[in-house]
């Protein structure tokens, strides 16, 4: 006999969906997701696709809905449809993480993990894209919480479980994943290596959400190796391509990479502009950590345009925050920058103090950021000599791990020690140098 239409519709829908959910039309991905929920009408099918309608909201940002989604569909499910409650915990896992609930999201990878391992031997694929995804969900935290060889490891058996179950969108984002952890360990020139390699197969893909990750690890990648006008390039195109595809969350990811060049090439008028703009749309994603980031970018741009008195409390609002304390990086890039607020106050033993409180992380940007600003409050207490040494173990260290951005910022503080600016000028040292 003839298929039911509305089945047809639904599979179609589905298709369609699944089709658009990376490209610039992920917005009538999420469309044609709701439509085929509303035409199916078991739990299993209901699960399936609200698995991928939750996947979806999350990339493109809305991940509140996506927690209450799975949430209420899980609450549909009998205990025994262990496959359909282990997907929605993979999704919602991915959601938890990018609300930055790191509790939550830790939680519900390890129940779908556990779940997983109860999927019947027919279901293999499925329950190794649940292993996947968790794992993942797994290594970010442990990647926030400067834990790298944990992160490393948890990430390996998310590509492992990838390739098992022969999910290319995935593999192609795990590596992009391991690509990231290579500039956490300071190899740059095996990461741009790697971007290289990269690039032409997720453009070939069609994954733009994907490429757009790429763009903002290649603008990292390419600023602190001085390279500011090619980063700036790369954090514009990561940001158009973001905003062709309606990702909120993803955009401000890539304001803050635009905006950090932007610093770096002394346009602050056009920095602050964009923070603005940022501060204006936060409230559409929820997320707490690229707000974070954000207000210590504006911190930044106080600081740059003489008002370090207003930088200290933007600082200590961004430490105040629950998703400061999950992320090492993020926690001592506030510390630091607030020790430099305090210099240019003239508050220069609070600054010392505080530097001294700074918890040693085996990071090599922190180091020598760390270094930079001991080199500042040497150069405030008059100390000439230690500002100038300081500043000659960044540059040799700087040159040796391809940080080359810190080697300007080390010749500029170099250079002011023969002759010291006022404290108030204190922040341009590092933050406005001339590019490569």
Not at 273 to 289: K, Q, V
Not at 419 to 428: E, I, Q, T, V
Request: include cysteine.
């Amino acid at each position: 006999g003839s298929a039911d239409p509305n089945e047809l519709a639904r599979r179609l829908l589905i298709l369609r969906g699944d089709l658009l959910v990376h490209t610039p039309r992920a917005q009538a991905a999420d469309s044609s997701y709701r439509e085929a929920l509303a035409l199916s009408h078991t739990t299993d099918d209901r699960a399936w696709i609200v698995f991928r309608l939750a996947l979806s909201l999350t990339q493109r940002g809305q991940a509140g809905e996506a927690v209450q989604l799975c949430r209420q569909m899980a609450a549909e499910l009998l205990p025994g449809e262990v496959m359909a409650l282990a997907r929605l915990g993979a999704a919602e896992s991915q959601a938890h993480l990018l609300l930055t609930d790191y509790a939550a999201a830790s939680a519900t990878a390890l129940q779908a993990l556990d779940l997983a391992d109860r999927i019947d031997a027919a279901h293999t694929r499925a329950a190794n894209e649940v292993r996947a995804r968790a794992h993942r969900v797994l290594s970010v935290i442990a990647h926030y919480r400067q834990d790298l060889d944990a992160a490393l490891a948890q990430l390996r058996s998310a590509i492992r479980s990838a390739r098992l179950a022969d999910v290319p969108e995935l593999l192609w984002r795990y590596e992009l994943d391991e690509a990231r952890a290579l500039y956490a360990r300071g190899e740059l020139t095996a990461l741009l290596a790697r971007c290289d390699e990269l690039l032409p197969r997720l453009q070939a893909t069609g994954d733009n959400y994907a490429v757009a990750q790429l763009y903002g690890l290649i603008a990292l990648a390419k600023i602190v190796r001085g390279e500011l006008l090619d980063g700036l390039a790369a954090a514009e195109q990561a940001y158009a391509t973001r905003e062709e595809m309606g990702d909120a969350h993803g955009l401000m990811t890539a304001s803050n990479h635009r905006t950090l060049a932007l610093i770096y090439l002394g346009r602050i008028g056009e920095a602050h502009a964009l923070i603005d703009h940022a501060l204006l749309s936060h409230e559409a994603t929820g997320d707490m950590h690229d707000l974070a980031y954000t207000l210590d970018k504006l911190a930044m741009v106080q600081m740059l345009e003489g008002d370090g008195l207003a930088a200290q409390a933007t600082l200590r609002d961004a430490l105040e925050m629950p998703a400061t304390a999950s992320d090492a990086k993020l926690r001592a890039d506030l510390r630091l920058d607030l020790a430099i607020a305090l210099i240019m106050e003239g508050a220069v033993e609070q600054a010392r103090q505080l530097l001294a409180e700074q918890p040693f992380q085996d990071d090599w940007q922190i180091d020598l950021d760390r270094r930079l600003v001991a080199g500042l409050i040497a150069l405030a207490s008059g100390d000439q000599a230690l500002a100038q040494a300081e500043a000659a173990e960044v540059a040799d260290r700087a040159r040796q791990s391809g940080y080359l951005l810190h080697a300007l910022k080390a010749a500029q503080l170099a250079a002011a020690a023969v002759s010291p600016p006022p404290l108030a000028r204190f922040p341009r040292l590092l933050w406005v140098v001339e590019p490569r």
